[in-house]
């Protein structure tokens, strides 16, 4: 029988942890698999370091991992994927949104297909803002323009993997992992999983714009190179528009058909208008050069402060 890991990151969620083990625990115990869940405390500030420590002193099947202080969503599935040695592994959020009910019908269908990863897609979301699901939907749409690899969309971290990509995934070593596009690239058989998306059960969302924006570049600049090609476009368009004003304007001058004198307006739109393509390219080439520094730098990901039942 195969080991199943749950991996939930947590980042101040004493809101909902309690719940969120009581209902995932109630579906793991009807399975007939050895399991577990690995809770990663993102160095919550509230008392999710106390309560998971209490489940995990009267359940030795919870592990937690406790960072030094916030690193992110992204590190925590990082370092609850690498601390994980079951055959197959879940990431799911803390919040409910992604239903652990739905676990059983999960591991049936990797079965079933025999899949290395079941990745599940939200058919609908509640409880989320008109904003949310815009920026969301229009991320998704965008991410595969953008990259080189296609990505299922509406797709969050929820989802089903084996050990056989959980192993790939350790030797990654880039320090920006954008993961759900990381599990796509890694390949093997993956097949979708069609689900609703629930409303939080409590709490805030830790996704506040500032972290969307940034999770959202992430992807970008890790995956795409294309950012660098639109900067080398709009660089050829500005010199293919300057060389037809120019041409127009010396005509216009020796055939009396423009008077460029009364140029004031034009000269100061166009200098604000090349300004600012060139600060804009200069800028997406600054956003690699920022990740070539962080790369280089080779800085662990995440800090663990403490281990429980490992
Ligand atoms: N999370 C985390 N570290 C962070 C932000 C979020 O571990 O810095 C966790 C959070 O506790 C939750 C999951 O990541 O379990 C997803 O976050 P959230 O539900 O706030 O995001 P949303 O569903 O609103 O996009
Ligand atoms: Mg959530």
Known sequence: MKKLAVIVPCYNEEAVITESYRRTKKVLEALPNPTEIIYINDGSRDKTREIL????ASDPSVKILHFSRNFGHQPAVTAGINNCD????????ADMQD???LIPEIL???EKENANVVYCVRKSREGESAFKLFTAKAFYR???YMSEVHFPLDTGDFRLVDRKVMDEFDRFKERGKYIRGLISWVGFHQVPFYYEREARIAGETKYPLSKMV????TAMLYFSKKPLRLATSLGFISVLVGIVLALWFTLG???GFSNAETGWTSIMTSVIFFGGVQLLTVGVLGQYVGILFDEIKARPEYIIDEKKNF
């Open 53 to 56: 420590n209490n489940i995990a």
């Open 86 to 93: 079951a055959d197959l592994a879940i990431i799911i959020d």
């Open 99 to 101: 239903p652990p009910e």
């Open 108 to 110: 049936a269908l990797q």
């Open 142 to 144: 965008v991410m595969n």
């Open 214 to 217: 940034k999770f959202a570049s």
């Open 253 to 255: 001058k020796i055939y």
